[in-house]
């Protein structure tokens, strides 16, 4: 799958047009894995308290079924761990996909000899990275 970024490209001239940059790879995968799991754990959650509250007597006398639920939760929470890092190792190849000399050796404008290209700015991934710690 390729990501489209547009950004604006100065010609030699001194004015810019917008062009769009496509980056190669695919960053959803890890991403969509952890949401999946979110949404998995959710609704085991909710079944889980319904049976709790609702049906107390059945999950009391029966020996197996806390058993079972132990089993499902010690699973949920390996798969958590996975989980979160592949959202880790997905975060990492979205910034160095994005990484400022990734972008400008990417533009053919900066091919040139004598064509000195910089970043305006460093992204700010601060947030990003809180995202994964959490």
């Known amino acids: 799958r390729l990501y489209q970024i547009p950004f604006e490209m100065p010609d030699c001239e001194g004015e810019s047009e917008t062009r769009t940059l496509h980056l190669i790879g695919d960053f959803s995968a890890p991403a969509e894995f952890f949401v999946t799991l979110g ?12 049976l709790y509250l609702r049906f107390h007597s059945i999950y009391s006398e029966n020996k197996k079924l806390p058993i079972v639920d132990f089993c499902v939760t010690v699973c949920f929470a ?3 761990l996975v989980a979160a890092a592949a ?13 400022p000399a990734s972008l400008i050796a990417a533009m053919g404008v900066c091919q040139g000899e004598e064509v000195v290209c910089n970043a305006g700015t460093t ?3 601060g947030l990003a ?5 959490r």
Do not use: C, Q
């Not at 949404?39 to 319904?50: D, E, G």
């Not at 959202?87 to 990484?99: N, P, Q």
């Not at 990275?129 to 710690?133: D, H, Q």
């Open 78 to 80: 390996f798969f958590w």
């Open 129 to 133: 990275n809180i995202s994964v710690v």
């Open 39 to 50: 949404v998995f754990s959710f609704l085991y959650a909710m079944a889980a308290l319904v």
């Open 123 to 125: 992204p700010a991934m």
């Open 87 to 99: 959202w880790g190792k997905g975060l990492t190849d979205v910034k160095a996909a994005t990484r």
